[in-house]
């Protein structure tokens, strides 16, 4: 079988995130724009041919089980195939940067590669879908503008931005902020072009720093220098530079305060072609 392959699996920003309804099966609709990154995890499969299913990495205390890398790789499995996995997380949890989700498309199409499976992407998006409303996005391997309940994807073009990222020391559930009796949920739909008119928010965000005084602070920290926006339902909040230059000034200038990152938004994911 194939040698170790070893792949960054990237992190994500949501630029905005409007909740427009909630279902009848407790699922909200929303309309958001996923935006990659060429920072994230790395994580490296080595197939083998015993059945097995193997992790290891700087994981945390997430149960080898529940581990999202494990459930998508069982999920492509067949007859005698099996995979030791290693993983290097840089992407920190609750933080609304996609991690687990990244983790469980970069899975999918890593094996899918290595076990020779060569399911279409589509039927990959439709897997991946089971386990987290963002996986799809990141097996499309594209930027992206997401309705529905994120599943509805349309790639996008989007001029090159360097984004600066604040971590406040806190995790943020999204179940919690989803089930939140405040979060708005009645947001009017937007088109494209309202977006690059600059109307747009995150709904979760008044909510989030309310609950969090970190993401609060961080929030404030980052608005001396900008319009700050958090990403997702997480903690980490951003703000985004025509160049890298601006980015690293701006991070000088906040004087060690926070963990930051410093990344750069692609249109593409930094996945080999092959996979994608």
């Not at 996923?34 to 080595?46: A, C, N």
């Not at 602070?217 to 951003?238: I, S």
């Amino acid at each position: 079988m194939p040698d170790t392959l070893t792949l960054l699996s990237p992190a994500k920003l949501n630029l905005f995130l409007h909740i427009t309804g909630r279902r009848e099966d407790g699922y909200h609709e929303l309309q958001t724009l996923f935006q990659l990154l060429d920072w994230g995890d790395l994580l490296s499969f080595t197939p083998n041919r015993n059945g097995r299913i193997t992790l290891d990495g700087n994981l945390g205390a997430i149960p080898h089980r529940d581990n999202l890398i494990v459930r998508a790789a069982s999920l492509l499995r067949q007859d005698n195939l099996g995979a030791h996995i290693s993983v290097v997380k840089q992407i920190p949890t609750g933080a609304g940067l996609g991690g687990g989700s990244s983790n469980a498309a970069t899975t999918l199409l890593a094996l899918n590669h290595l076990w020779g499976r060569h399911l279409p992407r589509a039927e990959l998006q439709a897997m991946g879908g089971t386990l987290g409303a963002d996986v799809p996005v990141f097996v499309g391997a594209h930027t992206a503008w997401a309705e529905g309940t994120g599943e509805i994807l349309s790639n996008i073009e989007l001029p090159e931005t360097w984004y600066l990222i604040l971590v406040p020391g806190c995790h943020v559930s999204t179940g919690e902020i989803f089930s939140h009796p405040q979060l708005t949920r009645n947001s009017i739909p937007i088109k494209m072009a309202t977006f690059f008119e600059g109307n747009s928010r995150n709904d979760c965000q008044q909510l989030v720093r309310q609950l969090h005084p970190q993401v609060d602070k961080a929030l404030k920290a980052l608005d001396k220098f900008g319009e700050a926006r958090l990403t997702g339902t997480g903690a980490c909040v951003f703000l985004g530079f025509a160049s890298e230059v601006q980015a690293r000034v701006t991070r000088e200038r906040l004087q060690g305060d926070w963990t930051s990152i410093l990344a750069r938004g692609v249109n593409t994911s930094p996945l080999p072609k092959e996979l994608v």
